[in-house]
């Protein structure tokens, strides 16, 4: 299997270090929308979508301007996932299956850019996105103008096999597993991808800042408010964030999150 890194959507927040931990609190952060693409014997498959073309062209439609405030995202047209896949040469219709971590509008997307793929996500996570009568911080993290062209929806519940100390493992292919890590949002699930070089794990939005996996973890100041202000289940966020860091230290697995640019870069670095 072939994986490609892409960065589906740059954001460049103020504060600097404090976001993401370099140089001065006076310049800008920069923040990434991590995706994969996986060519498989099946045709292509996406993990997560970050932004999509209506995004970026007409953002106040599902971006809301509180969260464009915060987030300062670039809207590049050209760091869609549509736009990258036509530029390997592939076609809307390759992409056969968008995998998704979780429906946060950085997440979900470039759905309407992929309408004849199958959408995976876990039940409870679309039954939340899908309410009637969002509010408050749920009407802007699941804007339903993201999903108002019917994704061909495919549930998933966090039932099935045992996966390296982790429960409730459902396998999509025998390659692609979707992982319950549930706390950001009450459906949240990571996504691992067994490639010719062992395990990667996409832990979507499981934590922030890549040092929160190493042997002494640590969150920026920023982020860690961020984490915190947007939980659904901080206990079970936190005790997730434990079980990955288990995880990469006893089995090796390499892990991933959604908005690191140094775990984006490492990769992108490496051959496809």
Known sequence: MKVHHLNCGTMRPFGGKLVDGKGSVFRRAELVCH????????????????????????????????????????????????????????????VRHVVLTHLDLDHGGGLRDFPNAEVHVLREELDNALRPGKRGNDAVRYPDEQWSHGPKWVTHEPRGEAWFGFEGVREFRPDILLVPLFGHTHGHTGVAVN??????????????????????????????????????????????????????????????????????????????
């Open 35 to 94: 995706c994969l693409l996986l060519e498989t014997d099946d045709g292509l498959v996406l993990v997560d979508s970050g932004l999509g073309v209506d995004d970026v062209r007409r953002p106040a439609e599902t971006l809301s301007r509180g969260w464009r405030r915060m987030s300062q995202p670039v809207l590049d047209e050209n760091e869609t996932a549509i736009r990258q896949v036509e530029a390997m040469g592939f076609t809307r219709d390759d």
């Open 195 to 272: 490639t010719d070089d062992g395990w990667l794990l996409h832990a979507g939005d499981a934590y922030f800042f890549h040092e929160e996996m190493s042997e002494n973890p640590r969150c920026t100041p920023a982020l860690t408010m961020m984490q915190t202000r947007v939980e659904q289940n901080r206990s079970l966020r936190l005790a997730n964030q434990d079980r990955l860091r288990e995880l990469k230290r006893t089995h090796g697995i390499d892990i991933v999150n959604a908005h690191d640019k140094t775990e984006l870069t490492r990769h992108q670095l490496q051959p496809a």
